[in-house]
């Protein structure tokens, strides 16, 4: 079986689905999803099924 998962980027560092469903979901600051021919073109092949993007908030932006 083949590894048909997304490539998943958490502050700009490859990470794992795991690691953002543990993320508490208040210090999400924002989620992008690429797909098709952009995730191919920014990631090779390593973007295949997909990239989600996950950027957490800062001290500061978790105030507001």
Not at 23 to 28: A, E
Not at 30 to 37: E, G, L
């Amino acid at each position: 079986v083949l590894n048909e998962r997304p490539l998943v980027i958490l502050d700009g560092k490859e990470s794992t689905l795991e690691a953002i469903q543990a993320l508490d979901p208040n210090k999400i600051l924002q989620i992008n999803v690429m797909k098709d021919n952009e995730s191919l073109q920014t990631y090779g092949d390593k973007g295949k099924f997909g990239v989600i993007h996950v950027e957490i908030k800062k001290d500061r932006e978790l105030e507001n």
